[in-house]
Structure formats: structure tokens, C-alpha cells
């Protein structure tokens, strides 16, 4: 054990792992009173931040121990029996499975949430020394590949291998390429290389194998990966890829893993938030209150990606139009203008309450079709409005809120 932890890069907990994690990219306040150009190329730096979460730290030692498991079983006499069996299997002969193993698990959540760059970071520090040497042989620390869109097996063995070929300098792909594979004989080469050269394999998108007739063959491919060459197989993708291994025994034992959904409002949205504001690049600093808090959660249902996109396009259109401020108006603007598409998924709501079932309206038509506009927002956009002396009925029109004069 001790000279295995010796080949592993150093794991690390606490505030460590989250200096590790976190990326905070330099800002000067004197940005706010350069020139429009400089600004808006500076606050491209929004994109780069990442802050640490309970999701990335478990994702991290998530990702560590499944590469410390696969090690260990590299430098077992297993191994060394596994790999001969290998061998009859690329000859296409008969051959068993020696090394065994259940390494496989999976991270899903929603787009956008930060699953993806959660697992990227991760991986840098894993990877801090991404060819491990074992002695007699190279050990690449984690090589990450993607899904097939059309779910091709053959694809997605031969994608295993020119990765392996790029970190390790070898010929893998070239020769199997020659010799004009069946994909029970690329089965037994990419066993071969992940039993002598890969500790964890990440398959991302995995999602991409829901819709398609070849998905399970896909997974039964990764799992007889995992019986015949010890390697840890990680797959990341959304929600939907959860139904898929919910269809059957063999495919939910895959399944078991980690499992995310959006930010709830709490501290740790707050947070979040508040980090990203710092960085400002119009030329008035913002009012980072509680009403902008919770409008920033109703907008995003808590999405990470969203929240930052909020942020970037609300400064970009505050700084072309002259605007020079980031508050909920200037939000509004962003949310109206830049993220339409993303509306039937971001209906606004409350952080607070939740919905209450409402009465048969006695209001006339015009008004009864809008009816479930958000009465939270309503009292957001009202408060601004006087906040900065706006005219609230102006105000309501511009945030698409329904106004009827009625004649008395």
C-alpha cells in the first residue's frame, strides 16, 4: 500500500484542496475607468472563475480513489495473468476474465450546474504529473474522452486509443488501424493498454448513448473494459442518461455514483454570487443586496452558468449603452435580451415561498392570461423602481409585466 501511495500524487483536504480548486483571476479597480474596448476584453475574465463548492471537493476525492484502486490493482499478480488472457483475445481466441473489478460509477447533473468543470479541475490536480512511472511502465493518470454521438462502439474504442497514443507517445491506434480490428479484438487491445497504462478513464456525455439502440452495448463495452483490465471507468452527463441505467440490474449497479442538482438559495449561492460580482467593470460599483441575491436566484434557477452569463451580458450591454451600472434593471435587460431561449427553462420564482394553488380569476380575459405572472418579481421590479425614482408603471411594461387601464 505504502509504495503504491508513493506513485499517487499527494491527496489533499480542507482549505488546501480549495486553494487547489479555486480560480480567481486578477482584477484591478482601476478597469472601471479605462476605455470601452479594454473593459469589455477584461471582463471575459468572468468566464475563467470557478469557485469551490461541496460538489467539486467530493468530485475530487471521488475521482482519487477510484485512480488509487486501479493502481493498486496494477501491481497485482492479477495483472499479470490478466494480461496474457488479453492477449488470446486480440488472437480472437478463448480467454476469461481474471482481474475482475466494479469500478465504474457516474456523476450527473443538469447542465450547467459546473459538473463538467468540477471534473476538469480535478483532473489538473490529479494530473499535476499526468504520466505516472510504476517501474516497468507508464501509467497515464486520467485520460478523458467523450461519449460518441452515435454511440459507436468501434468509435469509441478507437478514440481510447489516439488519446493514449498523445500523452504516451506510442502507436496503439496506428497499429490496430492497420490490422482492421473487429471490435472484439479492439475490446482486447484498448483492455490491454487500460490494464498497462490507464488508472482512470472518464467518459463524458455519456447521455449521448440514451436515444440510441447501441447504448447499452456502449456500457456493456465499458464494463467488460473494467472486468478485464482493473481500470476505474468514470461516465458524467445529465439527467436524462439516469432513466436509461434505470432499464435494468446490470445497468444500474454502472449507475451508482454521485448525483446533482442546481444551487439551493442559501449561503452558498450568496456566496457564489457575491465573488462574482467583485469583479465589475462598469464604471458605477453595484449595490449587492438581498433583493439583487434573490433576484439572480428566481432568473437562474440556481444554474451556475446562468448566473455568470447574467453577470458578463448584464456589464457588456451596461457598457455599449452607456449605462455604466449593474443592478436588477440592467439584469433585466440580460435576462429579456440574451436569454430568451433559456426562458421556458428559467421561469422565474420565489427563493422563499412556495407556489400556492390560486382561486378561478374573476378578472376580465386581457388579465386572466396573465394571471401567473410572478408576484415576487412584481415586487422586486416595484421596489426598484422606487429605489431609483423610476416610474413603476413604466417599469412593470418594460419587465413584460401586463398593465390594463381601466377608464373610471
Same mark, same amino acid.
Given at each position: 500500500?505504502?509504495?503504491?501511495?508513493?506513485?499517487?500524487?499527494?491527496?489533499?483536504?480542507?482549505?488546501?484542496?480549495?486553494?487547489? #480548486?479555486?480560480?480567481?483571476?486578477?482584477?484591478?479597480?482601476?478597469?472601471? =475607468?479605462?476605455?470601452? /474596448?479594454?473593459?469589455?476584453?477584461? &471582463?471575459?475574465?468572468?468566464?475563467?472563475?470557478?469557485?469551490?463548492?461541496?460538489?467539486?471537493?467530493?468530485?475530487?476525492?471521488?475521482?482519487?480513489?477510484?485512480?488509487?484502486?486501479?493502481?493498486?490493482?496494477? =501491481?497485482?499478480?492479477?495483472?499479470?495473468?490478466?494480461?496474457?488472457?488479453?492477449?488470446?483475445?486480440?488472437?480472437?481466441?478463448?480467454?476469461?476474465?481474471?482481474?475482475?473489478?466494479?469500478?465504474?460509477?457516474?456523476?450527473?447533473?443538469?447542465?450547467?450546474?459546473? *459538473?463538467?468543470?468540477?471534473?476538469?479541475?480535478?483532473?489538473?490536480?490529479?494530473?499535476?504529473?499526468?504520466?505516472?512511472?510504476?517501474?516497468?511502465?507508464?501509467?497515464?493518470?486520467?485520460?478523458?474522452?467523450?461519449?460518441?454521438?452515435?454511440?459507436?462502439?468501434?468509435? #469509441?474504442?478507437?478514440?481510447?486509443?489516439?488519446?493514449?497514443?498523445?500523452?504516451?507517445?506510442?502507436?496503439?491506434?496506428?497499429?490496430?488501424?492497420?490490422?482492421?480490428?473487429?471490435?472484439?479484438? &479492439?475490446?482486447?487491445?484498448?483492455?490491454?493498454?487500460?490494464?498497462?497504462?490507464?488508472?482512470?478513464?472518464?467518459?463524458?456525455?455519456?447521455?449521448?448513448?440514451?436515444?440510441?439502440?447501441?447504448? *447499452?452495448?456502449?456500457?456493456?463495452?465499458?464494463?467488460?473494459?473494467?472486468?478485464?483490465?482493473?481500470?476505474?471507468?468514470?461516465?458524467?452527463?445529465? /439527467?436524462?442518461?439516469?432513466?436509461?441505467?434505470?432499464?435494468?440490474?446490470?445497468?444500474?449497479?454502472?449507475?451508482?455514483?454521485?448525483?446533482?442538482?442546481?444551487?439551493?438559495?442559501?449561503?452558498?449561492?450568496?456566496?457564489?454570487?457575491?465573488?462574482?460580482?467583485?469583479?465589475?467593470?462598469?464604471?458605477?460599483?453595484?449595490?449587492?443586496?438581498?433583493?439583487?441575491?434573490?433576484?439572480?436566484?428566481?432568473?437562474?434557477?440556481?444554474?451556475?452558468?446562468?448566473?455568470?452569463?447574467?453577470?458578463?451580458?448584464?456589464?457588456?450591454?451596461?457598457?455599449?449603452?452607456?449605462?455604466?451600472?449593474?443592478?436588477?434593471?440592467?439584469?433585466?435587460?440580460?435576462?429579456?435580451?440574451?436569454?430568451?431561449?433559456?426562458?421556458?427553462?428559467?421561469? /422565474?420564482?420565489?427563493?422563499?415561498?412556495?407556489?400556492?394553488?390560486?382561486?378561478?380569476?374573476?378578472?376580465?380575459?386581457?388579465?386572466?392570461?396573465?394571471?401567473?405572472?410572478?408576484?415576487?418579481?412584481?415586487? =422586486?421590479?416595484?421596489?426598484?423602481?422606487?429605489?431609483?425614482?423610476?416610474?413603476?408603471?413604466?417599469?412593470?411594461?418594460?419587465?413584460?409585466?401586463?398593465?390594463?387601464?381601466?377608464?373610471?
Amino acid at each position: 500500500m505504502n509504495d503504491v501511495l508513493k506513485t499517487m500524487p499527494e491527496m489533499i483536504m480542507g482549505q488546501a484542496l480549495d486553494n487547489k #480548486l479555486c480560480i480567481l483571476p486578477e482584477y484591478d479597480e482601476t478597469i472601471r =475607468q479605462k476605455s470601452i /474596448p479594454e473593459r469589455l476584453i477584461a &471582463l471575459q475574465d468572468i468566464y475563467q472563475i470557478f469557485i469551490p463548492n461541496k460538489m467539486s471537493r467530493e468530485i475530487y476525492s471521488k475521482l482519487y480513489l477510484s485512480l488509487l484502486r486501479s493502481i493498486q490493482k496494477k =501491481q497485482s499478480i492479477f495483472a499479470v495473468r490478466q494480461y496474457h488472457e488479453n492477449s488470446k483475445m486480440i488472437r480472437q481466441k478463448s480467454y476469461e476474465s481474471i482481474i475482475g473489478g466494479s469500478d465504474s460509477f457516474t456523476i450527473i447533473g443538469p447542465s450547467g450546474i459546473g *459538473k463538467s468543470s468540477a471534473v476538469s479541475r480535478a483532473i489538473n490536480i490529479l494530473t499535476e504529473v499526468p504520466v505516472l512511472n510504476l517501474g516497468n511502465t507508464n501509467v497515464i493518470a486520467c485520460l478523458q474522452v467523450q461519449a460518441p454521438a452515435d454511440s459507436s462502439v468501434k468509435g #469509441l474504442l478507437l478514440e481510447i486509443l489516439r488519446k493514449a497514443d498523445e500523452m504516451l507517445q506510442t502507436n496503439y491506434h496506428q497499429n490496430a488501424m492497420k490490422s482492421h480490428p473487429t471490435v472484439d479484438m &479492439l475490446i482486447g487491445t484498448v483492455a490491454q493498454v487500460s490494464l498497462n497504462h490507464i488508472g482512470l478513464l472518464i467518459v463524458d456525455e455519456i447521455q449521448n448513448v440514451v436515444n440510441s439502440k447501441n447504448g *447499452k452495448t456502449v456500457i456493456g463495452t465499458l464494463t467488460q473494459l473494467i472486468n478485464n483490465s482493473g481500470v476505474s471507468i468514470c461516465m458524467v452527463g445529465t /439527467p436524462e442518461s439516469t432513466v436509461f441505467f434505470d432499464q435494468a440490474m446490470m445497468l444500474a449497479r454502472r449507475s451508482l455514483g454521485l448525483n446533482y442538482t442546481m444551487m439551493e438559495y442559501g449561503e452558498e449561492f450568496r456566496q457564489f454570487c457575491k465573488v462574482l460580482l467583485e469583479y465589475c467593470y462598469v464604471q458605477n460599483l453595484p449595490q449587492v443586496d438581498e433583493p439583487m441575491l434573490m433576484w439572480l436566484y428566481n432568473h437562474s434557477s440556481g444554474n451556475a452558468s446562468v448566473v455568470v452569463g447574467l453577470i458578463h451580458d448584464a456589464q457588456e450591454i451596461a457598457i455599449l449603452e452607456g449605462l455604466e451600472r449593474l443592478d436588477i434593471s440592467t439584469l433585466n435587460i440580460a435576462f429579456e435580451k440574451r436569454m430568451t431561449m433559456l426562458h421556458d427553462f428559467l421561469t /422565474p420564482k420565489s427563493a422563499k415561498t412556495n407556489p400556492v394553488k390560486k382561486k378561478k380569476s374573476e378578472l376580465p380575459d386581457i388579465v386572466e392570461e396573465h394571471c401567473a405572472a410572478d408576484l415576487v418579481s412584481i415586487y =422586486q421590479v416595484s421596489m426598484n423602481a422606487k429605489e431609483f425614482q423610476n416610474d413603476i408603471l413604466e417599469e412593470l411594461k418594460r419587465n413584460g409585466i401586463p398593465i390594463v387601464e381601466v377608464a373610471i
